[in-house]
């Protein structure tokens, strides 16, 4: 299954992806690696011709807020989500590492040209070298807050879109002890446009960050709920 996007027709074009292949009901997890491949097909295998025919001028200035100060992005699985690297990399001239989890061939597909490049990609199960390059360079990591796969051993529930998320929060705890700025970014599509949404820097502590955080995805899925690939995610309240 493939999605071509013209114009602003995201939602008729994945809700017709849907239609004719819908996800299987057999748990979270295949459902989300369903959606992840529709979103791979939207994009193609040329991220960087992408980025050009849907608005790379503007979509790279809108993140160059981030230049030579933010050194953890905290982003969602909503929209042109695997855009994110790309575009810090444009706009600030760093070098950045996308944080991919492991068991996932199809993202790990969309990488393809940062590997054959030799550039850095980091798993989900980060190890002490990948942190220190990290911090020893002024490389920006990128990490999804809204999935929080098996074996992440710092967690906290997040109360957000009426329900609940458990998120990852050790590097967010790592970045705060070392006060490096963090910030949250999503890339919604707008009419048929890459339309980057970077928020102000969060607070320093931990619960203070993660609470600001989810206000701030509350917004960003509010405002295009069909573009967010991680309800498998959310639990309800009372769950």
Same mark, same amino acid.
């Given at each position: /299954?493939?999605? %071509?996007? &013209?114009?602003?027709?995201?939602? &008729?074009?994945?809700?017709?992806?849907?239609?004719?292949?819908?996800?299987?009901?057999? =748990?979270?997890?295949?459902?989300?690696?369903?959606?992840?491949?529709?979103?791979? @097909?939207?994009?193609?295998?040329?991220? +960087?011709?992408?980025?050009?025919?849907?608005?790379?001028?503007?979509?790279?200035?809108?993140?160059? !807020?981030?230049?030579?100060?933010? +050194?953890?992005?905290?982003?969602?699985?909503?929209?042109?989500?695997?855009?994110? $690297?790309?575009?810090?990399?444009?706009? !600030?001239?760093?070098?950045? #590492?996308?944080?991919?989890?492991?068991?996932?061939?199809?993202?790990?597909?969309? *990488?393809?040209?940062?590997?054959?490049?030799?550039?850095?990609?980091?798993?989900? +199960?980060? =190890?002490? @070298?990948?942190?220190?390059?990290?911090?020893?360079?002024?490389?920006?990591?990128?990490?999804?807050?809204?999935?929080?796969?098996?074996?992440?051993?710092?967690?906290?529930?997040?109360?957000?879109?009426? =329900?609940?998320? &458990?998120?990852? &929060? @050790?590097?967010?705890?790592?970045?705060?002890?070392?006060? #490096?700025?963090?910030?949250? /970014?999503?890339?919604?599509?707008?009419?048929? +446009?890459?339309?980057?949404?970077?928020?102000?820097?969060? $607070?320093?502590?931990?619960?203070?960050?993660? @609470?600001? *955080?989810?206000?701030?995805?509350? %917004?960003?899925?509010?405002?295009?709920?069909?573009?967010? /690939?991680?309800? =498998?995610?959310?639990?309800?309240?009372?769950?």
């Amino acid at each position: /299954m493939t999605i %071509r996007i &013209t114009g602003s027709d995201w939602d &008729t074009a994945v809700l017709r992806a849907l239609a004719a292949d819908p996800p299987p009901p057999s =748990g979270d997890a295949d459902r989300h690696r369903h959606a992840v491949r529709l979103l791979a @097909g939207t994009i193609g295998d040329d991220l +960087r011709l992408f980025l050009r025919c849907h608005g790379a001028t503007e979509a790279v200035a809108a993140v160059r !807020t981030l230049a030579g100060t933010t +050194r953890l992005i905290l982003t969602t699985q909503l929209g042109h989500a695997l855009m994110v $690297p790309l575009l810090v990399e444009e706009a !600030t001239g760093r070098r950045t #590492l996308p944080i991919v989890h492991d068991r996932n061939p199809l993202v790990r597909t969309m *990488y393809e040209e940062r590997l054959r490049l030799g550039e850095p990609l980091l798993l989900t +199960r980060l =190890g002490a @070298g990948d942190i220190r390059r990290w911090l020893g360079s002024d490389a920006v990591i990128v990490a999804n807050l809204d999935t929080c796969y098996p074996g992440t051993r710092h967690t906290r529930d997040l109360p957000v879109l009426g =329900g609940r998320l &458990t998120v990852p &929060t @050790g590097l967010l705890a790592l970045a705060a002890r070392r006060n #490096l700025e963090t910030r949250a /970014m999503a890339v919604p599509d707008v009419a048929g +446009r890459i339309a980057p949404r970077v928020g102000p820097p969060l $607070p320093a502590a931990v619960d203070a960050a993660v @609470g600001a *955080y989810g206000e701030w995805l509350d %917004r960003c899925v509010s405002a295009a709920p069909e573009q967010w /690939m991680a309800w =498998g995610s959310l639990h309800h309240a009372n769950a």
